[in-house]
């Protein structure tokens, strides 16, 4: 999720667009325009706050890790390859480099925890989450 007027969105495009090249034929990369009215579900739906913010999905749809702000290239390509040979978990879960990290540290954490409880709630009958 990104804005075409962010000069950290700008930079880490470019390290990500590394990354696209590297594994484009086993990991599917969707950029989101966060700035755009149509895209706001989907900005609400992964808390973002600050951008770029990238989610890491696994082949289940489950978010396997998220990275804000100022991300590595280096996260960025060792994520992606953790994705395009199906590893169960990234070697970068977390990782958040801007002016509210912890907050967004905590917003990941929060999400990570959040999916887990809806998990274990469809497998529990009779379970329910709260929020829903």
């Known amino acids: 999720i990104y804005s075409h007027n962010c000069p950290v969105c700008a930079k880490t495009g470019k390290s990500a667009l590394k990354a696209?090249?590297?594994?484009h034929s086993d990991v599917d990369w969707v950029m989101v325009d966060g700035m755009d009215p149509e895209n706001f579900p989907l900005v609400?739906?992964?808390?973002?706050?600050?951008i770029p913010h990238f989610v890491f999905?696994?082949?289940d749809g489950s978010i396997?890790?998220?990275a804000v702000g100022d991300v590595p290239e280096k996260l960025l390509l060792e994520n992606?390859?953790?994705?395009?040979?199906?590893k169960k978990v990234l070697p970068n879960p977390t990782f958040a480099k801007?002016?509210?990290a912890k907050k967004e540290i905590r917003n990941i954490q929060l999400?990570?925890?959040?999916?887990?409880?809806?998990?274990?709630?469809?497998?529990?009958?009779?379970?329910?989450?709260?929020?829903?």
């Open 64 to 66: 396997m890790g998220e």
């Open 44 to 50: 609400q739906e992964y808390n973002v706050d600050s």
């Open 20 to 23: 696209i090249q590297k594994f």
């Open 98 to 100: 801007c002016d509210n």
């Open 111 to 132: 999400n990570s925890a959040l999916q887990k409880m809806k998990q274990a709630a469809k497998q529990a009958p009779g379970a329910s989450i709260l929020s829903e």
């Open 80 to 86: 992606t390859d953790a994705l395009a040979h199906n």
């Open 57 to 59: 999905l696994g082949t």
